[in-house]
């Protein structure tokens, strides 16, 4: 139902939505799947309804975003489109648990797209704050695990996705594999890529 | 690898720990025009630097007429509801009757504002290292209790303090209350009117010591502190993960407490909890009073909830805590106003409502010249840019009649919870 909201023509959504938010408790709470958007008196208005998505989801989703991109600013502009996203195609929605799968996808993709504007910066440069990794951001204290986010900043952009996603979001990898629209053996062998270019770098053998 | 594997999952928490659940911007769904580089980011990254000094009149002249649109409602009574009749301006003489000193909380520090005059009486600064999350006041209009946190980047406590006024409004030195730190984040506080009881609403860091956030746990609490003995006394975990209440408040004898939360993904409901309630699961321990509310308070009987409601205009109305049944509607907001925090006169007389005005926020002008006007890349055409400085002002509702002050003194920036006390 979600497939084509804002745009995002590579979005999925979950077939098992209820399996999906079991593991990504702490991204995006248990949200009950409703069979569908409250009618009558009660009903949500669409503001409304995308506004309290917002509040309740926005920490775990800046959060993810963060990990993907680096600095909160940019962060917070995926979440806001994401929402906006939904707002926007809110009359294609027919059950809540879709949302939380939908939401997280469309994070997942605007990363994506923000850390490809920047790529382009021969085209048009895209300032953005220094990763919170980074010693200039001074936003984490423990410099092995700064060192280890930056050896992660290196890796291609899929192994930093399945990387996030499994060991940030502690999403399946089945779950990884809906999210980012490749098969279960892709994330699996992905992971074990990135885990053992990470290994070398730190040492430690895969 | 499973050395590596924690230490991606550890890297990984706290670089999300750097995310403050209160630093994240408002959702804005009517961005209006998206042109280059004006997204959030790079408004931040703006913040701060120097701005070109140039001016753009036809920015200016959007701004002061939006602002002429909005402003002027705050200053103005609104029907109630259809058939009530509008209330006329109140003259400075109607601020008599109000608590005399407002203390406002920019984080960094806490103002004593004479609430009459605007005047401010005095400035307390927050301990090093720390920044002020929520106030409360107690009955007199002489006695605050704060909390603040520690830069959750690097640590994350709550700490509880508490200050007096003197008779001009000057504070005393903080005074940390006998409460051991919590591992949290405050995100609200209420007290009784004696001051004997403290209540707090917390939600956890990522990384504080119970573990990640969620994970099917609860995030964060609400809490209720003898401070005669400071010892907590009852703790009320939020049923859903990441859910958390800002709008805490209590009844005078500190037995009923109000606030508003989740009760699923898409429902926010008022509530109330009774103070000899066992702890436990905030959802089974209280009862839903309201549905969908922005914002909530208890009156000081606590026989009241008050609430605002809507999304398009907004409505404060109060409700029977015991029935749920609304019982007067007291005003009516447009649409371009967002109320904040609603804070409870500890006398029961009044309410406190920061608001702000939130007309035409970003213009666009080809006159490149002025104060204020950020240059900016428009389709290849430079612009210049403005944006309306978001204003918070501060308004008085006499509960029993609705009627509306403006009260003299107002804020820069948007509403934020625990910005202000009585």
């Known amino acids: 139902v979600l497939a084509h909201v804002a745009g995002l023509g590579t979005v999925r959504t979950d077939s098992d939505v209820r399996s999906t938010i079991g593991r990504e408790r702490h991204l995006i709470d248990v949200i009950p799947s409703l069979p569908q958007v409250p009618a009558g008196p009660q009903e949500l208005s669409r503001a409304d309804a995308v506004g309290d998505l917002y509040r309740q989801h926005a920490t775990g989703l800046v959060r993810l975003a963060l990990v993907l991109v680096g600095d909160q600013p940019s962060a917070e502009d995926v979440v806001q489109e994401a929402f906006l996203g939904l707002y926007r195609n809110w009359s294609g929605v ?67 996705e399945v990387l996030a996603l499994r060991y940030y979001a502690e999403l399946s990898d089945a779950e990884i594999a809906s999210v980012l629209g490749v098969s279960r053996g892709t994330v699996a062998s992905t992971a074990s890529r990135a885990l053992g270019v990470l290994g070398s770098h730190f040492k430690e053998e895969p | ?30 961005p209006g025009w998206r042109a280059e580089d004006t997204s959030r980011a790079a408004r931040r990254r703006r913040r701060g630097r120097v701005l070109m000094p140039v001016a753009a009149a036809a920015s200016v002249a959007a701004v002061v007429a939006a602002t002429a649109v909005v402003v ?88 509880f303090y508490q200050f007096s006024l003197s008779a001009d409004g000057q504070p005393s030195a903080l005074t940390r209350l006998p409460v051991r730190p919590l591992p949290a984040l405050p995100t609200a506080l209420a007290t009784s009117a004696d001051g004997s009881q403290l209540a707090y ?42 859910d958390y209440t800002t709008d805490l408040s209590m009844s005078a004898d500190g037995s009923l407490l109000g606030y508003s939360n989740f009760m699923n993904a898409s429902l926010r409901v008022g509530r109330v909890l009774a103070a000899s309630t066992p702890s436990g699961p905030d959802q089974g321990s209280s009862r839903i009073v309201i549905r969908n509310p922005n914002m909530t308070a208890l009156s000081t009987s606590g026989s009241l909830m008050y609430a605002i409601t809507g999304a398009r205009d907004q409505i404060l109305a109060a409700y029977a805590t015991a029935s749920g049944q609304q019982v007067k509607v007291l005003h009516r907001w447009p649409a371009a106003a967002q109320p904040g925090p609603l804070v409870i006169d500890p006398a029961g007389g009044y309410a406190l409502l920061p608001v702000t005005a939130t007309p035409a926020r970003r213009t666009l002008s080809p006159f490149i010249k002025g104060r204020h006007c950020l240059a900016v890349t428009v389709h290849n055409t430079l612009m210049c840019q403005q944006t309306t400085p978001l204003h918070t002002r501060f308004i008085s509702v006499n509960l029993a009649t609705g009627t509306l002050t403006t009260l003299p003194f107002s804020q820069t920036g948007p509403v934020g919870w625990g910005m202000v006390a009585w």
């Open chain 1, 94 to 160: 027919d059950n809540y648990g879709r949302v939380a799968s939908y939401l997280r996808v469309a994070v997942v993709n605007g990363s994506r797209g923000v850390l490809r504007a920047r790529r382009r910066a021969w085209l048009r440069p895209v300032r953005h704050d220094p990763p919170v990794w980074s010693a200039e951001a001074a936003a984490m204290a423990a410099e092995e695990r700064r060192a280890v986010l930056a050896a992660v900043a290196r890796l291609p952009q899929r192994q930093r």
């Open chain 2, 201 to 242: 609403s917390v939600t956890k860091c990522a990384s504080g010591a119970s573990g990640q956030t969620g994970s099917g746990q609860p995030s964060g609490s609400i809490g209720l502190i003898n401070l005669a003995t400071g010892r907590i006394t009852r703790q009320w975990s939020y049923t859903l993960g990441e």
């Open chain 2, 72 to 159: 002027p409602w705050l200053d103005r009574g609104a029907p109630a509801h259809e058939g009530r009749a509008r209330h006329a301006p109140v003259v400075a003489s109607g601020l008599a009757a109000l608590p005399q000193y407002t203390v406002l909380n920019n984080g960094n520090n806490l103002e004593v504002v004479v609430t009459a005059t605007g005047a401010v009486a005095g400035r307390l600064s927050a301990p090093i290292g720390q920044a002020f999350a929520a106030i409360t006041g107690t009955a007199g209009n002489r006695t605050f209790l704060a909390a603040a946190d520690l830069n959750p980047q690097t640590s994350c406590q709550a700490l």
């Open chain 2, 1 to 30: 690898v499973k050395g590596l594997e924690d230490q991606l999952r550890e890297a990984y928490r706290e670089a999300a720990d750097t995310v403050r659940p209160h630093a994240i911007g408002d959702l804005d769904l009517d």
